[in-house]
């Protein structure tokens, strides 16, 4: 039962995208969703079905492969995909914006052409290698090296919790990596793309979270990985900086997956109350039931306006990295509330794995640490509060 208003005044072409989206979700994602999960498999054979309908590339130019839409239609379709498959919505996103927009801001003509053209058509799937075992927030603290020698750079190291590095279908990672340090003794940091398949590349088993269980995720190794300058993404010694202007996209989008999120689980806690019924009657008649529901309606809403606003901002070529960080972080948070109200008006059957809104609860915390975590978010905010 729908609950909530259409997500935004939408163009024609963006509502064409959003319902592309919504179609597919319905007929080729929802009825295996459920199994995936189960299975803790990443279906990599869906996002070779999703570049076949231009759904891969939605940010890259088209001149490579790409059909470069709007930040408010990557929001609609996006956010259509993850009322329905919170992992597959993140798999999804990571290679369109971290995975991709390396490439598409920093990559020369010719590395678009042999990296970005495959993953724009969904040929391959696209990630990005920031976090480490002691290094995750503290982006600066990382401790994987590259060095050259010669013609080559020579990277070491690791990283963990990396995904969509290392399925069938994975191009490989942009890596971020640490310099020698410069004259100032400044650590410095460079990005270089790692094709799966080279030697001294190595990836661990897929990695068991409480949820995103369909999305593959693993720790990387480096181990004496060379690759010559046709790999290094942008100048040496931009790489952080070059991530870190990478990341504001990536905060809308995960912002979009909590908002889906928290509708999804809206929907399914309003039909069990409207057909539960106790003491003679549907539980959605009880009062106190009736406010759990409209608390999450009412913020739902509000944190959808701003969610749309972030992305209207970077449209308009505006700076949008506080709304972004702001739509991240109440985004989040509400769907961590919405799904923890669902599972308790369920009741016994909540806590059920059978049941959806089960799946979609033990999804939602993550949303809360990916992307920079809640605690970054508000450091950020208040440093454009000029804090």
């Not at 799937?125 to 982006?139: I, Q, Y």
């Not at 994987?144 to 995904?163: A, E, M, P, Q, Y």
């Not at 990005?191 to 088993?205: D, E, I, W």
């Not at 919405?338 to 308790?344: K, L």
């Amino acid at each position: 039962m729908p609950v909530a208003a259409p997500l935004g005044a939408l163009t024609d072409d963006e509502r064409a995208l959003r319902d592309l989206a919504r179609e597919f979700a319905a007929g080729e994602v929802a009825p295996n969703a459920a199994r995936w999960y189960e299975e803790e498999r990443c279906p990599v054979e869906l996002f070779a079905k999703m570049g076949e309908l231009d759904l891969m590339g939605l940010l890259a130019p088209e001149e490579h492969g790409g059909t470069d839409v709007s930040t408010v239609a990557l929001v609609a379709a996006l956010f259509e995909v993850a009322k329905v498959d919170q992992s597959i919505a993140a798999a999804w996103q990571a290679h369109l914006t971290i995975g991709s927009m390396p490439l598409i801001r920093f990559g020369t003509e010719a590395q678009k052409e042999r990296w970005l053209r495959p993953l724009a058509t969904g040929q391959k799937l696209g990630s990005f290698g920031l976090t480490e075992p002691g290094a995750g927030s503290d982006a600066s603290g990382i401790r994987s090296t590259v060095t050259r020698d010669g013609d080559d750079w020579v990277l070491n190291g690791s990283k963990v919790f990396i995904s969509n590095a290392a399925t069938d279908m994975s191009l490989g990672p942009v890596v971020l990596a640490r310099l020698a340090d410069g004259a100032n003794g400044r650590p410095s940091y460079a990005s270089l793309l790692v094709p799966r398949g080279t030697p001294g590349f190595t990836h661990g088993p897929k990695l068991r979270g409480i949820g995103w269980l369909s999305l593959d995720s693993r720790e990387l190794g480096f181990d004496d990985v060379r690759l010559d300058d046709d790999h290094l993404i942008g100048q040496p010694g931009q790489g952080l900086k070059q991530f870190l202007s990478v990341l504001d996209i990536g905060r809308i989008t995960v912002a979009t997956l909590g908002i889906a999120l928290a509708e999804a689980v809206l929907e399914m806690a309003l039909d069990y109350a409207i057909n539960r019924n106790q003491f003679g009657r549907p539980i959605s008649k009880f009062q106190g039931i009736q406010f759990k529901l409209a608390d999450i309606a009412a913020q739902l809403e509000a944190v959808k306006l701003l969610v749309m606003r972030a992305a209207q901002l970077r449209d308009a070529g505006e700076p949008f990295g506080r709304e972004g960080a702001m739509a991240k972080l109440l985004s989040s948070e509400l769907a961590t509330r919405a799904a923890s109200e669902a599972v308790q008006i369920h009741g016994g059957y909540g806590y059920m794995q059978e049941y959806p809104v089960a799946r979609f609860y033990r999804d939602a915390k993550v949303l809360e640490i990916g992307e920079g975590t809640n605690e970054i978010q508000r450091i950020v905010i208040a440093r454009h509060l000029g804090c």
